[in-house]
């Protein structure tokens, strides 16, 4: 068997790609943006402030947390959904890479 596209990548590529591709929802980014301004909660608030069914909502939320973004804890019968700082950080940090290199280039391409 041939490897896949994404054998050609690195690790980290990789990891970034799925990250992005969690990120290319507008519902996963509200989502985000309101676990931002909450700190923490459970699915059935996320459903009362967006226009979403709750398995909608419940499945952006697994692939947030597939992504690396959000963890949740269970809390009886409940899960209680926050920001994953480490999956923030790597963001941040592919980010803090193009920032720094565009400040030391400051010159006009193509």
């Known amino acids: 068997m041939g490897a896949t596209k994404t054998d ?4 980290e590529q990789n990891e ?3 990250i992005a591709k969690a990120l290319g929802h507008p519902a996963r980014i509200a ?15 996320i459903v009362n402030e967006l226009p979403l069914a709750q398995p909608t909502v419940s499945q952006h939320l697994k ?9 949740g804890n ?6 209680c ?7 923030i950080e790597k963001i941040r940090g592919f980010f803090q ?3 720094d290199h565009l400040d ?3 010159k006009e391409c193509c």
């Open 8 to 11: 050609h990548f690195t690790a």
């Open 16 to 18: 970034l790609a799925v």
């Open 31 to 45: 989502i985000m943006e309101y676990l931002i301004k909450v700190d923490t909660c459970i699915c059935g608030d």
């Open 63 to 71: 692939e947030l947390k597939n992504a690396g973004l959000i963890k």
């Open 74 to 79: 269970i809390e009886g019968t409940a899960i």
């Open 81 to 87: 959904y926050c920001i994953n700082e480490p999956g």
């Open 97 to 99: 890479h193009i920032t």
């Open 104 to 106: 030391k280039k400051r």
